[in-house]
Structures are given as structure tokens and as C-alpha cells.
T-cell receptor
Framework: KQEVTQIPAALSVPEGENLVLNCSFT??????LQWFRQDPGKGLTSLLL?????REQTSGRLNASLDKSSGRSTLYIAASQPGDSATYLC??????????FGAGTQVVVTP | EAQVTQNPRYLITVTGKKLTVTCSQN?????MSWYRQDPGLGLRQIYY???????DKGDVPEGYKVSRKEKRNFPLILESPSPNQTSLYFC??????????????FGPGTRLTVT
């Protein structure tokens, strides 16, 4: 069974610093990997979807990489802002479309 | 606007009182799924449906039922809710096909409290 781990569970950085969020998975036979953002008590906002044939995906200040062979994905957020404070979740898709989520990294960006 | 809707968004109920959380999508997606989110446990899949009249258990199906009579709707039924089903519930949908995996679109969530 796929296991998805996100370390650290929580992270606090000063405004302007770059954020590096890690996601590891045990089964490299994933199809897609997706990063989400979740504000407290709120729904999921999709940030980036990396297809299995891709190595990275970029959107604005966000860049996500995928290394299936090592079972890792990294989300980079450049020049963090207080509005980036949220919990970030990564999730792996299997061949049937099922998502396996990590527990998330809670990020606080201090002004 | 393409979207997944859930109702109700918030619900407080008592143990044993049957309830249904509705989920509807307007994207003509075949695949629909329910997840629950609990602190420290992340999101876990409850049930999923590959198409009309085709449903299957996810990782945590105990205490839940689903049905898929129409393509757009996938209700989650709690026949006899218990306090351990207090959680945040999400519905999701996507295009599908075995061996092909497409981005899932999530509803806004339903916060359920069972007292």
C-alpha cells in the first residue's frame, strides 16, 4: 500500500525566505502527484499537478519537482509571504485514480 | 462554472440519526470519490465510484454507504452516525480510465459533528 510522508510536519519562516516542502512516497509506480494548499477549516486548493512523465511543474512563485525513482517530490515557494501561511498537502495517484495523501506540512510565514 | 458542490456544508447531529451528505458535479465526470479528513491522519478515501452503478470501498468504508444512480450525483449516507464519524468530508470527481489518471476536483467540504 502506498504511504506518503511529509516532513517536517510544521515549519516557520520569516517573510521573504524561500520555502522547501518535502514529500516522499513508498511506491514509485505513481501516475500523477498533486500539491494542494489548505487554509484552516477550509477546502483544498490545487496548486500543481505533475504528471508521471514530467520532472517538474511551475506556476508563478511555485515550483514542484518529481523524482519517481527516489520516491520524492519537493515543492518550492519563492520569496514567501504571510499569505502563504497554510497547510500544504501532497497526494499520489494510483492507476485507478485513487489519491493517497500525506499528512501535510503546516507553514507559518512571519512578517 | 465547472464545480463540485456538497450539501450541507456544516451539520451537527446526534448519534444514530440517519443522514445524507450530497455531492454533485457538473463536469460529466465518471469518477467520484469521498474522503474524510481527521487531524493527524490526513485525508483517507471512504468510497469511490468509477461510473453509474459501480461503487467500491476505499480505505475506511465502515459505517458509510454510497449510491451512484446518476452520473452527476454521489451521496454519502451515514445510516447510524457515531461520534467517531465527526470529521471534515470532501467529495471529488474526475475523468477516468484504467491506466489513466486524471486530476481530481474537490468540493468545498462538509464539516460533520456527531454528538
Amino acid at each position: 500500500k502506498q504511504e506518503v510522508t511529509q516532513i517536517p510536519a510544521a515549519l516557520s519562516v520569516p517573510e521573504g525566505e524561500n520555502l522547501v516542502l518535502n514529500c516522499s512516497f513508498t511506491d514509485s509506480a505513481i501516475y500523477n502527484l498533486q500539491w494542494f494548499r489548505q487554509d484552516p477549516g477550509k477546502g483544498l486548493t490545487s496548486l500543481l499537478l505533475i504528471q508521471s512523465s514530467q520532472r517538474e511543474q511551475t506556476s508563478g512563485r511555485l515550483n514542484a519537482s518529481l523524482d519517481k525513482s527516489s520516491g520524492r517530490s519537493t515543492l518550492y515557494i519563492a520569496a514567501s509571504q504571510p499569505g502563504d501561511s497554510a497547510t500544504y498537502l501532497c497526494a499520489c495517484y494510483d492507476s485507478w485514480g485513487k489519491l493517497q495523501f500525506g499528512a501535510g506540512t503546516q507553514v507559518v510565514v512571519t512578517p | 462554472e465547472a464545480q463540485v458542490t456538497q450539501n450541507p456544508r456544516y451539520l451537527i447531529t446526534v448519534t444514530g440519526k440517519k443522514l445524507t451528505v450530497t455531492c454533485s458535479q457538473n463536469m460529466n465526470h465518471e469518477y467520484m470519490s469521498w474522503y474524510r479528513q481527521d487531524p493527524g491522519l490526513g485525508l483517507r478515501q471512504i468510497y469511490y465510484s468509477m461510473n453509474v452503478e459501480v461503487t467500491d470501498k476505499g480505505d475506511v468504508p465502515e459505517g458509510y454507504k454510497v449510491s451512484r444512480k446518476e452520473k452527476r450525483n454521489f451521496p454519502l449516507i451515514l445510516e447510524s452516525p457515531s461520534p467517531n464519524q465527526t470529521s471534515l468530508y470532501f467529495c471529488a470527481s474526475s475523468v477516468t480510465g484504467q491506466g489513466l489518471s486524471y486530476e481530481q476536483y474537490f468540493g468545498p467540504g462538509t464539516r460533520l459533528t456527531v454528538t
